[in-house]
């Protein structure tokens, strides 16, 4: 090699050698797999909710952190595919939403990547965690249903239709957690001194039958569980209880939203901004184990006035009085 172009070599190592050093002190981006059961578009609030939590706790996608989103679009069977992709790019923490199904593929795919999830019943009770203080292993989150709140969506539609003599529940028997669900009413029902009566239904002719069977035996009202099946069925199910008439309640705003008569849950925006700032967390060097479950403080009633009109009822001046929202 000649003088010159040796010299050349080597000057040109040492200016490069700054910028090489400054690379590799510069940690990469952290990725955040998002896994949700459902689609973007309906989901779009909640996630832009999830993404302020995060900013919140000093985490911006495209500035220092990164987001992989995988959809399933509904098609549940599709999960463990997706779950084991993000686990496959070696994401640094796991965030599963849209209901359990996202929880249960996310957790069979690593016991290592850290899981930030949203479940609607109690974690403990469907050995998803060890307990709610200290959840244990590599999973944490935020569950949204319990018996009291059954017990107060019972006592809501009884207010609204106080003659009523029994109420339907119509609940999908193939949900992950499901009959955990339906026990928690049949004891909310029961602290009431409701008489429920069960509809299946995990498909979309299933629902159908449902509504045929709730109106040939003229059950007075319908409280309808919470489960991403029947949550991806929201419009058309709050079709039929216009169409027949029947005052119901579910635990999403979206269903008072899309014509059906009232909700009361929590709120997912709110929820959804925890399970961000949860991210940033672990993000930040915390253990998702030594996190505790978290259970919402906020929560929505929402009455759609236009509807129990449509369908000839008068909401009580106590219900008014305490909506957080009324559709006109």
Known sequence: MKRREFITLVGGAAAAWPMMARAQR????PVIGYLNAQ?????????????????????????????????????????PALAADLVGRQVTVIVATGGEPSVLA????????????????????????????????????????????????????????PNATSVA?????????????????????????QKVTILNASSATEIEAAFAVLVQQR??????????????????????TVRHA??????????????????????LAGAFRQVGAYAGKILNGEKPGELPIMQPTQFEFVINLRTAKVIGLTVPDKLLAIADEVIE
């Open 26 to 29: 510069s940690p990469a981006m």
């Open 39 to 79: 689609s973007a578009i309906p989901f779009a609030p909640l996630t832009a909710a999830f993404r302020q939590g995060l900013k919140q706790a000093g985490f911006e996608e495209g500035q220092n952190v990164a987001i992989e989103y995988r959809w399933a679009e509904g098609q549940f069977d599709r999960l």
């Open 106 to 161: 996310a957790k069979a795919a690593t016991t290592q990547i850290p899981i930030v999830f949203t479940a609607g019943g109690d974690p403990v009770r469907q050995g998803l965690v060890a307990s709610l203080n200290r959840p244990g292993g590599n999973l944490t989150g935020m569950f949204f249903l319990a018996a009291a709140v059954e017990s107060k969506r019972l006592g809501m539609l009884h207010e609204f239709v």
């Open 169 to 193: 529940v119509l609940w999908n028997p193939d949900a992950p957690g499901g009959s955990l669900q339906l026990t928690d009413i049949q004891e909310a029902a029961r602290t009431v001194g």
């Open 219 to 240: 059950i007075g009202a319908l409280l309808i569980a919470a489960d991403p099946f029947l949550s991806s069925r929201l419009e058309y199910i709050a079709a039929l």
């Open 246 to 267: 029947v005052p119901a309640i579910y635990a999403l705003r979206e269903f008072a939203v899309a014509g059906g008569l009232m909700s009361y849950g929590a709120s």
